[in-house]
């Protein structure tokens, strides 16, 4: 069984940085896409970025591209999210999650695993 579990999140002040974790286990990765989403309060769950799993190719939203990188190690079934110049903005929960196939997609149901999530504070 799939497992993702995230972790890393916390408070940190506006221009910091942070980087999140995603433990993967449960099954080998080839061939799926990893993505991290993140969920605010009172809005919806939203794509930050995405990785291949086997490639390594990278694929992020407009609102955290040249901020965040996506990283994996296909060794530890690591994947990480290391942000950058964070903003009030970037207060959410994160999620890490995964789905079968080597094509980002920004879409929340065509993911098939999900981790529990992780705080992220960012204080202006």
């Known amino acids: 069984q799939v497992q993702l579990v995230e972790s890393g999140g916390g408070l940190v002040q506006a221009g910091g940085s942070l980087r999140l974790s995603c433990a993967a286990s449960?099954?080998?990765?080839?061939?799926?896409?990893m993505a991290w989403f993140r969920q605010a309060p009172g809005k919806e769950r939203d794509f930050v970025g995405g990785?291949?799993?086997?490639?390594?190719?990278?694929y992020y939203a407009d609102s955290v591209k040249g901020r965040f990188t996506i990283s994996r190690d296909r060794a530890e079934t690591m994947v990480y999210l290391q942000m950058n110049s964070l903003n009030a903005e970037d207060t959410a929960v994160y999620y890490c999650?995964?789905?079968?196939?080597?094509?980002?997609?920004?879409?929340?149901?065509?993911?098939?695993?999900w981790g529990q999530g992780t705080q992220v504070t960012v204080s202006s």
């Open positions: 999650a995964a789905r079968r196939g080597s094509r980002w997609t920004e879409v929340v149901y065509e993911y098939e695993y």
């Open positions: 449960g099954r080998a990765f080839s061939g799926y896409t």
């Open positions: 990785i291949t799993w086997s490639g390594g190719w990278t």
